[in-house]
């Protein structure tokens, strides 16, 4: 069997464990790891929304809307929900983003006094340039791991993360 490669994690937890040997450190081993992809993750994501001259957040709003499909819009009540942030801040970036032309006010057709928000053409051709520079950079990130070994990781995330999704 070949020795085990160390990374920098194992390197923190060997010198805790000589310094505090009274402590389980199994739990920096799993999130010591995920904080550290999580900055590399969150730097691949940035270079993939700028590429296509987006913000994070213009990406949480544009990509919502994308996702809802045909005529890809929704209202902020429903942004709202899907991106967990106040209605003050909803209300700030669906401005801006009329102002960038990637998305449009119109009158919700079933309540006249409820508006709705929808992605124009040019939101929706920056969405989708981003998703596919997205899903590159990602898989880029997962390359060393098999197909097999991706989809054991993503189950027992997806088991870890139902206990926060309550």
């Given at each position: 069997?070949?020795?085990?490669e160390?990374?920098e994690?194992?390197r923190?937890?060997?010198?805790?464990?000589?310094?505090r040997?009274?402590l389980?450190?199994?739990?920096?081993?799993v999130?010591s790891?995920?904080?550290?992809?999580?900055?590399?993750?969150?730097?691949?994501?940035?270079?993939a929304?700028k590429?296509?001259?987006?913000e994070?957040?213009?990406w949480?709003?544009?990509?919502?809307?994308?996702?809802?499909?045909?005529?890809y819009?929704?209202?902020?009540?429903?942004?709202?929900?899907?991106?967990?942030?106040?209605?003050?801040t909803?209300?700030?970036?669906?401005?801006?983003?009329?102002g960038?032309?990637?998305?449009?006010?119109?009158?919700?057709?079933?309540?006249?006094?409820?508006?709705?928000?929808?992605?124009?053409?040019?939101?929706r051709?920056?969405?989708?340039?981003a998703?596919?520079?997205l899903?590159?950079?990602?898989?880029?990130?997962?390359?060393t791991l098999?197909?097999?070994?991706?989809?054991?990781?993503?189950?027992?995330l997806?088991k870890?993360?139902?206990?926060?999704?309550?």
């Amino acid at each position: 069997m070949a020795p085990r490669e160390n990374d920098e994690v194992d390197r923190i937890v060997d010198a805790w464990t000589s310094q505090r040997p009274d402590l389980d450190f199994s739990p920096l081993e799993v999130l010591s790891r995920v904080d550290r992809l999580s900055r590399h993750l969150d730097r691949a994501r940035r270079d993939a929304f700028k590429r296509s001259e987006l913000e994070p957040w213009e990406w949480d709003v544009l990509s919502a809307l994308r996702r809802a499909g045909e005529p890809y819009q929704l209202s902020p009540k429903q942004l709202l929900q899907q991106t967990l942030v106040s209605s003050g801040t909803m209300t700030n970036r669906i401005d801006r983003l009329v102002g960038r032309r990637l998305v449009r006010r119109e009158a919700d057709p079933d309540d006249g006094r409820s508006i709705l928000v929808t992605l124009t053409h040019d939101g929706r051709i920056r969405v989708d340039a981003a998703i596919t520079r997205l899903v590159d950079a990602e898989a880029l990130l997962l390359g060393t791991l098999s197909r097999s070994d991706r989809d054991r990781l993503a189950a027992l995330l997806r088991k870890l993360s139902l206990g926060f999704d309550l």
